[in-house]
């Protein structure tokens, strides 16, 4: 009986980061043993670069987060 595959999840963290997501996203390896296919999240923080359509040409899921960086008081 074969092992029952476990799932990976890997979530990366992107604020304009359009030269180095494609190198981090190298990295990942496409198998590891007993693990089904990893799914990708990029949590981009408002990038004003291409790390959104990055992520996305990769067939990626891509979450896009806006926020204010200070708390005005």
Known sequence: MKPA???LL???PAFNEEK???VVLKQIPKKIKH??????IV?????TDLTAQIARK???VVRQIEWEPY???
């Open 35 to 40: 693990v089904s296919k990893p799914v990708i």
């Open 5 to 7: 595959l476990k799932k």
């Open 20 to 22: 180095t997501l494609p």
């Open 58 to 60: 990769k067939y990626l």
């Open 10 to 12: 890997v979530i990366i």
């Open 71 to 73: 708390i005005k008081i």
């Open 43 to 47: 949590i981009d923080d408002g990038s």
